[in-house]
């Protein structure tokens, strides 16, 4: 599955509704862990020791 391709425009509208999208899954996703008793941990990629 190719995620990105140049030759493709994305509006504004769009992206943003993608985003509301995504936002809505993560606070179902944080829902359904307190439910289960799962270990959230917050939005940081782990720490592998690179250095920006």
């Known amino acids: ?3 990105m391709d140049e030759s493709v425009t994305v509006s504004a ?3 943003c509704a993608f985003a ?3 936002v809505a899954m ?3 996703l944080e829902a359904r862990a307190a439910t ?3 270990v959230v941990e917050g939005d ?3 720490d ?3 250095v920006a």
């Open 48 to 50: 592998d020791g690179a």
């Open 26 to 28: 993560g606070r179902r």
């Open 13 to 15: 509208q769009e992206q």
């Open 36 to 38: 289960t008793g799962m």
């Open 44 to 46: 940081a990629a782990p």
């Open 1 to 3: 599955m190719k995620i």
């Open 20 to 22: 509301e999208r995504l």
